[in-house]
T-cell receptor
């Protein structure tokens, strides 16, 4: 089973709202990732968690706040977003987070900021 | 030079055609290489990892040339269901420690017509 699940599938929020995106995997993977993908562009890495510790933050604005409550769950808390933050947010996981790992992606949350 | 470069296409081919995608990468210390496919409004799905010895999976063959920093994907006897965007993906990590940072090419769009 190589399934990564994400909720919600779609999210519309105003610029003053606070919302959270959720990601879950039960493959025993110890690395989890958040990516942002705009239309007709490749995914861009935002954050990497390795063994529940934040190991990469690709200079993401503080209005995006990741959280890894346990090895199976990854959240992305959103606050005071801008319309340009509208995108597909993809979660991925891999076994160890090492260079040769294969990453498996969830279906994504399509976010619209009004 | 961009980190991972691909011909954006689109490649419009008839069913049964053979089609080849090429990709170059800039970091000579890159460790691992993948082809993902992404259908419209869906998440990237791993198609195959790419090894120096070359690897084949059914109608799909991937090759890596480290000296030229070049990766290829060949699809034989293309099917309508092969229509998608094909993403060349490289893990460029060249330092010790465990990091799973993937760099995506912009993708090559393939459209297989009846």
């Amino acid at each position: 089973d190589t399934e990564v699940t994400q909720t919600p599938k779609h999210l519309v929020m105003g610029m003053t709202n606070k919302k959270s995106l959720k990601c879950e995997q039960h493959m025993g993977h110890r690395a989890m990732y958040w990516y942002k993908q705009k239309a007709k562009k490749p995914p861009e890495l935002m954050f990497v968690y390795s063994y529940e510790k934040l190991s990469i933050n690709e200079s993401v604005p503080s209005r995006f706040s990741p959280e890894c409550p346990n090895s199976s769950l990854l959240n992305l808390h959103l606050h005071a977003l801008q319309p340009e933050d509208s995108a597909l947010y993809l979660c991925a996981s891999s076994q160890e987070g090492i260079r040769t790992d294969t990453q498996y992606f969830g279906p994504g949350t399509r976010l619209t900021v009004l | 030079r961009k980190e991972v470069e691909q011909d954006p296409g689109p490649f419009n081919v008839p069913e049964g055609a053979t089609v080849a995608f090429n990709c170059t990468y800039s970091n000579s210390a890159s460790q691992s290489f993948f082809w993902y496919r992404q259908d419209c409004r869906k998440e990237p799905k791993l198609l195959m990892s790419v090894y120096s010895s070359g690897n084949e999976d059914g109608r799909f063959t991937a090759q890596l040339n480290r000296a030229s920093q070049y990766i290829s994907l060949l699809i034989r006897d293309s099917k309508l269901s092969d229509s998608a965007t094909y993403l060349c993906v490289v893990n460029p990590s060249n330092y010790g420690g465990s990091q799973g940072n993937l760099i995506f090419g912009k993708g090559t769009k393939l459209s297989v017509k009846p």
